[in-house]
């Protein structure tokens, strides 16, 4: 089946630093790819839409300055948390759809932490 | 009004019970719609699509209710490793990110 690989799965960060989240899509090409951030006991909430080749679409809300989305290829996005602060701390998960019809899929998540 | 509300839960039921969660949705322009599984610390994976008709897939039986906006999922014969949190998910098409809103989940645990 389609595959989303994400990478890191966890990150420990100085407060003030930058992290570098990727998603890949390994076995088919993604377009969009989607970027959710989840905090304990509630929901996934859609940051960011990433489109190839063009800029993202923000949710209202995320700081686009902050969360910076690069979408180089059909094959990856990457979400960079800029000036990371405690408050960032979250497990942000990256989507895409693998068929215009179906379920998303998702990747495995990555747990950030800023200390 | 949250745009998708499913009861938290626990739920907590023995094995081999069957069980059954609700969950309700705002936009009445959804058009596609998800119950997806996800395990603590973990990301949510799909379990099933939701169709009008109703569907199933061995154990689990969705349901979807376009009048009411509500769907439902039920799983019978309950096993240890249904344990998990349920999430509600539905899709706008055309509405901006084309993204999918979840719902905060349903926690059911299965108990021997």
């Known amino acids: 089946g389609a595959v989303v690989s994400q990478h890191p799965s966890w990150v420990i960060c100085k407060s003030g630093t930058s992290v570098k989240i990727e998603c890949r899509s390994l076995d088919f090409q993604a377009t969009t790819m989607f970027w959710y951030r989840q905090f304990p006991k509630q929901s996934l909430m859609l940051m960011a839409t990433s489109n190839e080749g063009s800029k993202a679409t923000y949710e209202q809300g995320v700081e686009k300055d902050k969360f910076l989305i690069n979408h180089a290829s059909l094959t990856l996005s990457t979400l960079t948390v800029t000036s990371a602060h405690p408050e960032d701390s979250s497990f942000y998960i990256c989507?895409?759809?693998?068929?215009?019809?179906?379920?998303?899929?998702f990747g495995s998540g990555t747990r950030l932490t800023v200390v | 009004r949250k745009e998708v509300e499913q009861d938290p839960g626990p739920f907590n039921v023995p094995e081999g019970a069957t069980v059954a969660f609700n969950c309700t949705y705002s936009?009445?322009?959804?058009?596609?719609f998800f119950w997806y599984r996800q395990d603590c610390r973990k990301e949510p994976k799909l379990l099933m699509s939701v169709y009008s008709s109703g569907n199933e897939d061995g154990r689990f039986t969705a349901q979807l209710n376009r009048a009411s906006q509500y769907i439902s999922l039920l799983i019978r014969d309950s096993k240890l490793s249904d344990s998990a949190t349920y999430l509600c998910?539905?899709?706008?098409?055309?509405?901006?990110?084309?993204?999918?809103?979840f719902g905060k989940g349903t926690h059911l645990i299965i108990q021997p």
């Open positions: 936009n009445s322009a959804s058009q596609s």
């Open positions: 989507s895409a759809r693998p068929r215009t019809e179906g379920g998303y899929t």
């Open positions: 998910v539905v899709m706008v098409r055309g509405g901006g990110a084309d993204g999918l809103t």
